[in-house]
C-alpha cells in the first residue's frame, strides 16, 4: 500500500517543508510549523507531461491582445453593502471566504442571501455547524422564503461537491470550512491539513464548474482565518463581517478582492426583534446624532470610504493630568497618528497639551484610518480644551502634515455636498479642495496651514 508523504506545513504562509523547525524559512514566524501527511497522487505526472506533448505548447499560449474579453457576468446579492463590497455582485466560479467573530451573523447573512436568490439562481445551503431544524428556525424568525432553498447538513467535501454537482446548484454556502473533513487526508476537521485540502477541492469545483461559493470561516484572535494563509491566497475575494463596538451594526470590509477595490465599506444593521441583517444605505444618519446640544471636543468629519462619502462624529477630551506622562488613548482611530497630531498641534498650533491627558473617540463604534480626519480631529482637540463648543452645522477634513501644512485629501466635491445634503452650513478643508461651483447652503472656508484653520474657527457666531 503507498504511504501518504509525511512533510511540515507553515500554518501563517503555507510553505512545506521535509522537516520539523521552530522557525519558518520563509515568512519567519515561530511555532507554526505543522505535521502534514501529502495524499497520495495517483496521477502520473510524467506520463501526463508527455500526453500534453511539449510541442502542443504553443498551441496553448496566445497573445493578450488576442485573449477575448468577456465581461464578468455578475449576480446581485439584493442586499446593497453586500454588494458593495464584492464589487458589484457574485461572480459565477468565485470563492468568497466570508470570516468573522463568532455571533457576527455569518451564517444570518449567507441564509439570507441565499433565500432570496434561490428563488432564480440553483442554490444549496451546506452546514457543518447547525442541525436542519436549528437552519430551519432561523429562516421562519428571519421570515425568509425557504420552499426554492436546498440545504443539508454534512461535513464531508467529496459528498458536498457530489451534492452540488447532481443538484447543478450554482450558488453554493458552506457553513463553516472548520467543520469540514476531506476522507482522503488524515487529521481533525480545522487542523492544517484538512484546511487545506478540503479549500483546494472546493475551489477547484468552483473553477472547473462556475459555481460560485460562499465559504464561511473562523478568526484568530489577531483577525486572520484559523488555518494555513494559503486559504486566503486561494480564495478570490477575501471579507470580514465585524461587530461595531458595543452596537448592532456591523462593519463588512474585503481585505482581498480579485473583483473589486478594497475600499469600500458596507454596513449592516441588526435588527433587535429577529436578529435579520439589513443593509444601512446612508450611514452617516447613524454615526450623527443632530439632536442634542452642541459640547466641547466634538466635531463632525466627513470621511471617504470606497465610492461614498459618511459623516461621522468625532470627540475628544483634554484634560489635566496629575502622572507626570499623561495618558494617551485613541478608540476607533490609530493611535500612533494621534500621537503624531499631539505633536503636530503643539509645534505649529501653538498650543501646550503636553501636560494634559488625551482621549479621542470615532462615535459609533467604528474603526477608520483615513488621514482626511486629521483636521477635524486636532479641531476637536482645541475645542475640548479651550472648552469651546463647536456648533453643530460645522464639518471638517483636511489631512495635516508635519510642518502643519494642510494638504488636499481626494473627492473633496462629493464630501461637501453630502455635508450640505445633510443640512450643514459651514466646512473648514484644504483650499486645493475648494469646488469651483459650491453647492448651495454652504460655506467653504479653504485652508493651507493649521493657523488659518484655528483662524477659521473665529467666523464661529
Ligand atoms: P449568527 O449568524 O449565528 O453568527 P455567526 O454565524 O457569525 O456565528 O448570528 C447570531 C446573531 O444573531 C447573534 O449576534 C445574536 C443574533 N440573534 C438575534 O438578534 N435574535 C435572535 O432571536 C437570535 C436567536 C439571535
Ligand atoms: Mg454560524
Known amino acids: 500500500m503507498a504511504k501518504n508523504k509525511l512533510s511540515f506545513v507553515c500554518i501563517d504562509c503555507g510553505d512545506n517543508f521535509s522537516k520539523w523547525q521552530g522557525q519558518c524559512d520563509t515568512c519567519g514566524a515561530w511555532n507554526t510549523l505543522q505535521e502534514f501527511k501529502e495524499p497520495v497522487q495517483t496521477r502520473n505526472t510524467k506520463s501526463h507531461s508527455n500526453q500534453k506533448g511539449y510541442s502542443g505548447a504553443k498551441e496553448l499560449v496566445q497573445k ?24 458589484g455582485g457574485i461572480v459565477p466560479g468565485s470563492v468568497i471566504l466570508l470570516a468573522g467573530t463568532p455571533g457576527a451573523g455569518k451564517s444570518t447573512l449567507t441564509l439570507q442571501t441565499l433565500c432570496e436568490l434561490s428563488q432564480s439562481i440553483q442554490s444549496i445551503y451546506l452546514s457543518g455547524e447547525e442541525s436542519l431544524s436549528q437552519i430551519a428556525m432561523r429562516a421562519a424568525r428571519l421570515k425568509l422564503p425557504t420552499q426554492h432553498l436546498d440545504i443539508a447538513a454534512e461535513t464531508d467535501v467529496l459528498a458536498v461537491l457530489n451534492m452540488v454537482s447532481q ?23 480545522g487542523g492544517v491539513t484538512q484546511l487545506r485540502e478540503c479549500a483546494h477541492a472546493l475551489t477547484q469545483y468552483a473553477k472547473q464548474n462556475g459555481v460560485a461559493m460562499i465559504v464561511i470561516c473562523h478568526t484568530t484572535k489577531d483577525g486572520g482565518v484559523a488555518g494555513p494563509r494559503v486559504v486566503e491566497h486561494i480564495a478570490d475575494v477575501m471579507m470580514h463581517l465585524l461587530v461595531m463596538e458595543g452596537s448592532r451594526f456591523r ?38 446624532n443632530r439632536s442634542r446640544q452642541p459640547h466641547p471636543g466634538s466635531m463632525v468629519a466627513a470621511l471617504w470610504e470606497g465610492s461614498r462619502s459618511m459623516l461621522v462624529e468625532l470627540q475628544s477630551l483634554v484634560v489635566e493630568s496629575s ?44 474603526k477608520i484610518s483615513d488621514p482626511s480626519t486629521d483636521l477635524p480631529l486636532i479641531l476637536s482637540m482645541i475645542s475640548s480644551f479651550q472648552n469651546r463648543a463647536i456648533p453643530q452645522d460645522w464639518l471638517a477634513f483636511g489631512e495635516v502634515g508635519l510642518s502643519g501644512e494642510i494638504r488636499a485629501t481626494p473627492s473633496g466635491l462629493e464630501r461637501i455636498r453630502q455635508a450640505a445634503q445633510q443640512g450643514f452650513c459651514h466646512c473648514i ?15 467653504v472656508y479653504g485652508v493651507e496651514t493649521l493657523v488659518e484653520a484655528i483662524d477659521a474657527l473665529d467666523h464661529i457666531a
Open 251 to 288: 462593519e463588512l470590509r474585503a481585505q482581498k478582492n480579485r473583483f473589486g477595490s478594497i475600499n469600500e465599506l458596507g454596513i449592516l444593521a441588526m435588527m433587535p426583534d429577529n436578529g435579520y441583517l439589513k443593509a444601512v444605505t446612508d450611514p452617516s444618519a447613524i454615526f450623527l
Open 323 to 366: 502622572q507626570g506622562n499623561p495618558r494617551r488613548l485613541a478608540v476607533g482611530l490609530d493611535q500612533n497618528r494621534v500621537n503624531m497630531l499631539v505633536a503636530i498641534l503643539m509645534r505649529h498650533g501653538d498650543l501646550a497639551i503636553f501636560d494634559q491627558e488625551l482621549y479621542v473617540n470615532l462615535v459609533g463604534g467604528l
Open 167 to 189: 443538484l447543478k446548484s450554482k450558488l453554493v454556502v458552506i457553513d463553516s470550512l472548520q467543520s469540514m473533513y476531506h476522507p482522503d487526508v488524515t487529521g481533525t476537521p
Open 64 to 87: 493578450l491582445s488576442d485573449v477575448c474579453l468577456e465581461e464578468l457576468p455578475r449576480f446581485g446579492t439584493k442586499n446593497t453593502e453586500f454588494d458593495r463590497v464584492l464589487g
Open 429 to 443: 478643508c484644504p483650499k486645493a479642495n475648494i469646488p469651483k461651483t459650491l453647492p448651495e447652503g454652504i460655506k
